[in-house]
Nanobody, 121 residues
C-alpha cells in the first residue's frame, strides 16, 4: 500500500525557518509530480509548491522567494524549505503526489496526513 509520510512541522517565530519532508513508500512504479498544499480552518486547500519529475517547480505567489521545494527521486522524497515565515503561513501542510503504484495502469493522487505549521508573531 502506498503511503505519504510527512515530518518537520512545528512552532516557530516570525522570520524563522522550517523544513518539511515527505517520503512516499510502498510498491511504486513511477512518480509524476510531488508537492505541498496547505489549509486553514474554513478555507479551501491551496497550492504552496509543486515539483515535476523533471525538476520543474511552481510556487504560489505568496511564498515565492521564501520557500524552496526540492525532491530526491532516489528516496521518493520531497522537501519544502520555508524561510522568512510569516504568521499568515500558519496552516496544516499536506504532501501530495501523483504516482503510479505497481497494481495500477494509471497514475493516482495521494495525500499525506498533514503536518501543522504555526508561526507566532
Amino acid at each position: 500500500q502506498v503511503q505519504l509520510v510527512e515530518s518537520g512541522g512545528g512552532l516557530v517565530q516570525a522570520g524563522g525557518s522550517l523544513r518539511l519532508s515527505c517520503a512516499a513508500s510502498g510498491r511504486i512504479l513511477s512518480i509524476n509530480h510531488m508537492g505541498w498544499y496547505r489549509q486553514t480552518p474554513g478555507k479551501q486547500r491551496e497550492l504552496v509548491a509543486i515539483v515535476s519529475s523533471g525538476g520543474i517547480t511552481t510556487y504560489a505567489d505568496s511564498v515565492k522567494d521564501r520557500f524552496t521545494i526540492s525532491r530526491d527521486n532516489a528516496k521518493n522524497t520531497v522537501y519544502l524549505q520555508m524561510n522568512g515565515l510569516k504568521p499568515e503561513d500558519t496552516a496544516v501542510y499536506y504532501c501530495n503526489a501523483v504516482l503510479r503504484p505497481f497494481y495500477s495502469p494509471d497514475p493516482r493522487v495521494y495525500w499525506g496526513q498533514g503536518t501543522q505549521v504555526t508561526v507566532s508573531s
